[in-house]
Nanobody
């Protein structure tokens, strides 16, 4: 069974940092684009960041540019999200996802419908 499992969430004060990790089992995603999305209570799931299989291309939501960094290490976990200068509005469940239709290309997407595999999510809570 293919699984993506997020970790690293928690409670942090505004201005603090967290690093999310996403582990894969059942298959490798080293050839695929990976993304992070988040969903706050009562809101739609929204795009946060994405990275191509090679790491050469990244994409960020405007709301997190300059504060969040997506990276990957294809030898270990498929994707990380370093979150700095956290704000209360960053509070959400964060999901890792894999887009598997464009393997070995530097295609990245912010469209959640293009992602084929999803983790169960990890809660990030930022207190003011």
């Amino acid at each position: 069974q293919v699984q993506l499992v997020e970790s690293g969430g928690g409670l942090v004060q505004a201005g603090g940092s967290l690093r999310l990790s996403c582990a894969a089992s059942g298959r490798t995603f080293s050839r695929d684009a990976m993304g992070w999305f988040r969903q706050a209570p009562g809101k739609e799931r929204e795009f946060v960041a994405a990275i191509s299989w090679s790491g050469r291309r990244t994409l960020y939501a405007d709301s997190v540019k300059g504060r969040f960094t997506i990276s990957r290490d294809n030898a270990e976990n498929p994707v990380y999200l370093q979150m700095n200068s956290l704000k209360p509005e960053d509070t959400a469940v964060y999901y890792c996802a894999a887009e598997t239709d464009y393997g070995f290309t530097d295609y990245v997407s912010s469209a959640k419908d293009e992602y084929d595999y999803w983790g169960q999510g990890t809660q990030v809570t930022v207190s003011s």
